[in-house]
């Protein structure tokens, strides 16, 4: 592992770091914000899991976490969105291949040697971090888009690895809205009842743990209708009696300003529940 990176941030370190991952067999990179408190103590970790065409770069200049993460005492974790690499898998367009894994395990060729972004995720990273880091295993997921259906869909999945989860503007329903339909045919193949499994409206209904959900989505968010639908996701929760908080914020679009907007409010929630 390599330290790429390395810039002081609200009495921290913003610090981007490389390696091989044997998850996903390629090269990767991850940004870690270690705030002030890390210098004499364990921190719980609040990953990040970024949207379509991102990598580790976008939540950490845009978002304006850090002063956040340094008053609440968190480590925050905003991995790549997908393996990278000449050998790696891709395809032509912004939603499939590079820069759009969707936090799956892929089953089918040619994405399943390399596009395996769950357990990367879930077991590879975190591995490293509380390894490397002044970590404690208490962590927290949240994430933007394709990331917020990744954080959704990553703590309903594994009860227990995560204390608290959140998202903006997530794909809340992707085996019925055309980003996921594309990406779960090429990654998970034609039969549609293996796509319910990273689907976070279908996984509310069999979630052993009730862990509450917070959700921030822009009524002026041009993805809205056609690929978010957030609703799905609240009939779904009242179905199963799953806690879910969803705020339509007046004005507000899909971009990163919608973010900085809310982000103190993610990481305060997160902070209370880590």
């Given amino acids: 592992m390599e330290r790429i ?3 002081a941030c609200f009495g921290g370190w913003q610090d981007v770091y490389q390696h091989r991952s044997e998850v996903l067999d390629c090269e990767m990179k991850f940004a870690v914000y270690l705030p002030p408190q890390a210098a004499t103590q364990k921190l719980p970790v609040l990953y990040w899991l970024s949207g379509l065409t991102c990598n580790e770069q976008n939540f950490i200049t845009k978002a304006g976490a850090q002063r956040y993460a340094a008053e609440h005492g968190l480590i925050l974790v905003a991995p790549d969105t997908s393996p990278r690499g ?3 898998a891709d395809a032509e367009g912004y939603d499939l291949g ?3 894994g969707f936090y799956l395990n892929a089953t089918q060729e040619p994405w399943a040697r390399h596009y395996r972004m769950h357990d990367y995720i879930v077991d590879e990273l975190p591995a490293l971090i509380q390894a ?3 970590a404690t295993d ?3 997921i949240s994430g933007h888009s394709m990331g917020g259906h990744g954080a959704l869909v990553l703590a309903l999945r594994n009860p227990g690895r995560y204390r608290s989860v959140s998202a903006f503007s997530p794909i809340v329903a992707p085996s019925q809205v055309p980003w996921g339909e594309k990406a779960f045919s090429a990654y998970l193949g034609p039969d549609r009842s293996a796509w319910s499994q990273w689907d976070a409206s279908e996984l509310v209904a069999t979630a052993t743990e009730r862990l509450p959900l917070l959700v921030d989505q822009g009524d002026a968010d041009e993805f809205l209708g ?3 639908q957030p609703q799905r996701l609240q009939a779904a929760c009242e179905a199963a009696g799953h806690p879910l908080q969803l705020r339509l914020q007046p004005g507000h679009d899909h971009s990163y300003y ?6 103190g409010d993610h990481i305060a929630h997160h902070a209370k529940a880590l």
Avoid: M
Avoid at 258 to 263: D, G, V, Y
């Fill in 5 to 7: 990176e390395h810039r």
């Fill in 86 to 88: 000449d050998e790696v």
């Fill in 98 to 100: 590079k820069g759009a």
């Fill in 132 to 134: 490397h880091f002044p």
């Fill in 138 to 140: 208490a962590r927290g």
């Fill in 226 to 228: 056609g690929q978010l």
């Fill in 258 to 263: 919608f973010i900085a907007s809310f982000i």
